[in-house]
């Protein structure tokens, strides 16, 4: 038996269960999130097969608890002879007079840029109606331009388009509007050529910019990107102050950021977890998206994540201490204070090691898959833990292949890992760790 055909026929235990994914073909980018009543919608960027040359589409689930996820069929999809025939891409939801609508690019094969269109859904956001382009295309030297967001603030509403220009770097440019309907422009939000900053690269132009208030700041995350290199990290950064971009995730597989304004918890961000394996090692699935992320701001202006709380009611049962414990593919485990190691051993020779040492979190997952396709590496963050916090010094969750941890300090690493071995799995952790078998 050749190894890919071994990754197929173990690849159950790899699929996620209470992250977001369709049972099969391919999804990206998270899109629109939005809260109406008792329900929360959240679309997404999704294929119903893995070959890239089928259109995008938006898909679509709802929740009440935002854990526990239903899947419904897709809202959107390209019109053939339409401004999006070749896909519906990334964008997002306003409420519109008690209707849900819609801002995303169509992409057209034969144009250099995704036009900006809305659409609008009159079934509650089930579906969506013909879409129309609402600003014009650029004409000066833009080396992208796409990704709106909109929101509603001081009687306006605006749109923040993701840009690249020649000579000058990332760049935000914003629109107004008093009706949803007529927008004018109104020049960069936010710009800077392409740099480094704490050995982040800012990128020639920004992908999927989102805008949050927090603490009365107006805060922009942006997704890097070059024509060279692709996508890079997701940064955000104060728009009203010199721009300082800092990174919002700390692990290899997080991109594409959507953010909810407003929720029953505040503020919220959803990204993308790409795969961690090379395409030769997919079978007939890729990519999930992140748990739903409550942000806020630390000391240094950085964006700090924890997640939502209702994740708490996915635990069965009170958590039992960790060390020794066996698991299947979904747990959490959560280490209350910052110091030791947590290792889930999923085979003779496949782990993944959590370090907590002084203010670090490191993940080692350079032996955790025997796959050739698995990517390893190790990643890490400082100035993790914040013990008047009141959290957990790191809070653990491991879905089948996805791996997200949160820290004390509001850090967050996201990664994906591959073991060939199925569970039950084997877990050593410091004698305070606890877990918790998670439902779904």
Do not use: K
Request: glycine share 10%; net charge negative.
């Amino acid at each position: 038996m050749t190894q890919v055909q071994a990754d197929t026929r173990t690849a159950a235990h790899l699929r996620p269960a209470f992250h977001i994914r369709p049972p099969r073909g391919y999804i990206n980018d998270p899109n629109g999130p939005l809260e109406v009543g008792s329900d929360v919608h959240l679309y997404f960027q999704s294929r119903p097969v893995l070959d890239m040359h089928v259109p995008v589409e938006w898909g679509h689930v709802t929740s009440t608890d935002y854990v526990r996820w239903t899947l419904h069929r897709p809202a959107m999809a390209p019109l053939p002879g339409g401004p999006d025939t070749d896909g519906c891409w990334s964008g997002n939801t306003v409420l519109d007079g008690g209707r849900i609508r819609a801002f995303y690019s169509g992409y057209l094969d034969d144009s250099p840029y995704q036009s900006v269109l809305t659409a609008v859904s009159d079934d509650g956001g089930a579906s969506f109606g013909p879409a129309r382009q609402v600003i014009p295309d650029p004409t000066d030297d833009a080396i992208m331009f796409r990704d709106p967001f909109v929101w509603q603030e001081n009687g306006s509403w605006w749109m923040a388009v993701g840009a690249g220009y020649a000579g000058r770097g990332g760049s935000i440019t914003l629109y107004r509007s008093p009706d949803l309907e007529s927008w004018s422009y109104v020049g960069p939000l936010a710009e800077l050529p392409r740099t480094t900053v704490n050995g982040e690269d800012t990128g020639a132009a920004w992908e999927c910019p989102q805008l949050l208030t927090i603490d009365d700041r107006r805060i922009a995350v942006i997704a890097s990107w070059s024509p060279e290199g692709g996508s890079a990290q997701v940064l955000s950064f104060d728009v009203d102050v010199p721009l300082v971009p800092q990174r919002v995730d700390h692990g290899t597989n997080f991109y594409a950021a959507s953010a909810q304004r407003e929720s029953r918890f505040g503020p919220l961000l959803y990204g993308w977890l790409t795969e961690g394996r090379d395409r030769a090692g997919w079978d007939d699935w890729a990519g999930v998206i992140s748990l739903p992320r409550v942000v806020w701001l630390g000391d240094d202006s950085s964006l700090r994540s924890a997640p939502v709380p209702t994740i708490d009611t996915l635990r069965t049962g009170p958590g039992v201490p960790a060390d020794g414990c066996t698991t299947g593919a979904q747990c959490e485990i959560a280490v209350p204070d910052g110091s030791g190691q947590v290792v889930i051993h999923f085979g003779e020779q496949e782990r993944v090691v959590i370090s907590l040492d002084a203010d670090t979190l490191t993940i080692d997952r350079t032996e955790a898959s025997l796959s050739p396709h698995a990517h390893r590496d190790r990643m890490q963050v400082a100035d993790a833990f914040d013990p008047s916090s009141g959290r957990p010094a790191a809070r653990i969750f491991l879905d089948g292949s996805v791996l997200e941890v949160f820290t004390s300090a509001g850090r967050v690493l996201s990664t994906r890992v591959y073991p060939t071995a199925p569970p039950t799995w084997r877990v050593e952790a410091p004698p305070t760790a606890h877990l918790w078998p998670l439902d779904h």
